[in-house]
């Protein structure tokens, strides 16, 4: 067979129709996985695949023919070879009649010894100096295996550290390395086959060329792994395929790609006060959370956008005018049940989990309504919605045999008409999910990007979140319908737009998608929300070539359950930021923002922390140290381009609780301290904390001592307040929301703590009935290094 190249990669197609002798030009090394077939392309019947029998090549044109046995079917493949790769494409489809049409075709799985790193959205492997990638072409072609079939035995190997499942994975490891897959359906068939969460879903046929297998195509390549990226770049441009740019360069390499941003609630009235955070933080974004009344339609919340999109567009004029760009979050195809599409009329496009009809015809009053199949209706959801007409029921459950019955029906549900159906009308099972939300089908769903678009284009909107993308998949045509939502969207406005999604990632979208910012925040304290989610997102923006971003990071107020958040909580999450080199959102509620007296340092942070960050300034070693979890760091800006990086340890919560003296014992306690840098003043922050509420209590007199030096505070904090000392003899009191209430003098300068184990001790006079308690952190600081922006 002919030798081929796609890029440094030469291979031969065997007469069996296999990817064989793969090997890198460059250096010779050979990359087969000679354990297992490696067929161009498979083709697949119902829940079974079936690889070539044979293979012809036509030189002169290029092109293969595939010869499959079973299917009696012949499948045509052209083969283009460009500078950097290959394309392969699905050209014509040849089937003896009598025999079942074909359902997909897979290309691959291709088995090379190649591992290390195995980037499952990018479809790249690579050992660190070889890198071979497969690429789809189109919106029809979907990296990773058809959820119908069995995994192949030698893709069985579990991928621990996988975003994905096996079946949404274009590259995954094999015992012998690593593997490549894509496939593409005929959507011009229906059929039943596992959809999301469910397994077993009637399909419909869909219309047009995206519903055929013909035109399927694919990119192999083979690269040094640090021109993986020049070449994914060079496939782009030569295949028409999406390149976004963000501030003028692509947005894989663009520094722009993984800026930090502020999430607020912002609104007409508040604009220019987010706008003045955004900028005092030295961001470039703001973005709001959550801007829609509805969704489906996407209506702006008239509250806080009486003017409607003219709103928007006037905040997106007042904030540029001041050298800030605005984005909004969505929840992609999530409908809420207030929109036009549910609620009075639902419209006939909203997706069914499955059809039935009427057995029997039913007046607007009955409670119990007959249907002829039980089985979309048994399925686990979250709602029990059906659609009859122009009508939306709701039931309690399904009969448990037949004659088939729902039972407890509510009529009229959602607002819409209750009226009597007749014998034999479709009724189907509305597809819903926990968010109380329902999905479009994907003829509706085209609007919904139509409509984001829009929105986008007009209001000068210029960064989006695709979140409950995975509401695509109830569409029933997988990775295809995110493919198709987004790229609706993408090609609809017409600027440079920053965009990420959910967890939700097939191969063609890898080019629209600037980064993905996941990590939440809520419930949790700052240095607990999904930590180890988000330093696993890290190795898998690494591995498929993605910008890394670290999640959403929460700014708090007070609250029954969280301090409001401190300086040292914000310079955590900077820091490691810094470490990783990557983006983060700060949310906070305008509210929130405008309450806590601490902002202004805290935004001082973020802006000092990512200016450093963004110029380069961290040496690879200084990075490394800042990745550290259990790490603390302040910065301290010097001047233009320069900064002091300090380590600093953080006590954990040193208490003196009055409950646990004993009778007589004046109220005071005893702290082991160990300090691992060298001998400093003493900093802390104490808090008192009220016992069962009594926000009357307080403590008089706070007083420490270490190395032979009493530091007295002549004053009373009261119950919800702290007393800081940064380590000279002033102390302030704020309080729970870091205002700072008065400036307070202490007794002497504050005392040494010195290198290594000593004894701190502490004593005050608690007053009130429950009286409170004293909860201390100590801070010592490392000694500063120097961090700044070369030349």
Known sequence: MTQFHAGNLAFRISDQGDLIGLTDVVSGRSYDAEAHRSPLLR?????HSEEPAYAVYNDKEGKLQLHFDGCRAQVEVEIVMKEKYAAFEVTRIAQEGGHSAIDAVIWGPYAASAAGSIGESVGVVHN??????????????IGGWPAELNKLEFASQPYMDSKFEYEASTAWPIIEGSLLQAYARNRTKGGRRPVWNLTDIEVPPMPGEDAEIIGTRIALFGCSADLVLDTIETIELGEDLPHPMIEGVWGKVSPAANQSYLITDFSEETMTKA??????????????????????????????????????????????????????????????????YVTPVPDNRLQCAGISHLSESTDAEAKEISIDDPL???????????????????????????????????????????????????????????????FPNIELQDEYSLRIAELMRETGLQQISFDGLEGCFAAGHDGYG?????????????????????????????????????????????????????LS??????????????????????????????????????SKA??????????????????????????????????????????????????????????????????????????????????????????????????????????????VIPAYGNEDARVKRPTFYTSGVYMTFETEVLAGECLVCDGSRTGKIYDVNWNLLRTVHASAEAPAVRAGGQTISFSCKFEGDPKPSVSVKIYTWGEPELVQVDG
Request: charge should be negative; glycine fraction near 10%; charged fraction near 25%.
């Open 128 to 141: 660190g100096e070889f890198a071979i990638g497969l690429l789809a072409l189109n919106m029809k072609t």
């Open 376 to 438: 979309p209706f048994a399925a686990s959801l979250f709602r029990k919605t059906a659609r009859i007409g122009t009508e939306l029921v709701e039931y309690e459950n399904v009969s448990a045999g037949a004659p088939w019955k729902l039972l407890g029906v509510k009529r009229g549900a959602n607002g819409t008409a209750a009226s009597r159906h007749e014998r034999g009308l479709e009724i189907g099972r509305v597809w819903d999910h926990p968010y109380d939300v329902f």
């Open 275 to 340: 706008v003045e955070f955004t900028n005092q933080a030295g961001l470039k974004y703001v973005y709001h959370p959550d801007p829609f009344a509805q969704w489906g339609h996407f209506v702006l919340k008239p509250g806080s956008f009486p003017g409607g999109d003219e709103g928007m567009r006037a905040c997106v004029e007042t904030a540029g005018n001041e050298g800030v760009k605005v984005g909004i979050h969505t929840l992609s195809n999530f409908t809420t049940l207030n929109d036009p």
């Open 578 to 687: 810094a470490g990783f080199n990557a983006g983060f959102a700060l949310a906070a509620d305008m509210a929130v923002l405008q309450r806590n007296g601490n902002i202004g340092t805290l935004l001082e942070s973020v802006r000092n922390w990512e200016t450093a960050r963004r110029a380069g300034a961290f040496s690879l070693e200084q990075r490394e140290r800042l990745r550290e979890p259990r790490s603390d760091w302040h910065l301290e800006t010097l001047g233009e381009g320069r900064w002091n990086l300090i380590p600093i340890s953080i006590s954990k919560p040193l208490d003196c609780n009055p409950e646990e003296l004993q009778p007589g014992q004046p109220g005071g306690a005893d702290w082991s301290f160990y300090n691992k840098y060298p001998e400093q003043p003493l900093r802390f922050c104490m808090r």
């Open 482 to 534: 995110v493919n198709r939502f987004v790229k609706l969207c993408y090609d609809g406005w017409d600027k440079e737009v920053i965009n990420d999604a959910s967890i939700v990632v097939p191969n063609y979208l890898w080019h629209i998608f600037t980064r993905f910012n996941w990590g939440e925040p809520w419930g949790v304290s700052t240095r607990e929300g999904q930590l180890e989610w988000r």
């Open 537 to 574: 997102n890290q190795r898998y923006f690494e591995r498929n070539f993605i910008p890394p971003m670290l999640g959403w990071f929460l700014i708090r107020s007070a609250s029954d359950r969280f301090e409001a958040t401190t300086q040292d909580e914000i310079e955590w999450v900077l």
């Open 43 to 47: 083709v697949v019947i119902g829940k």
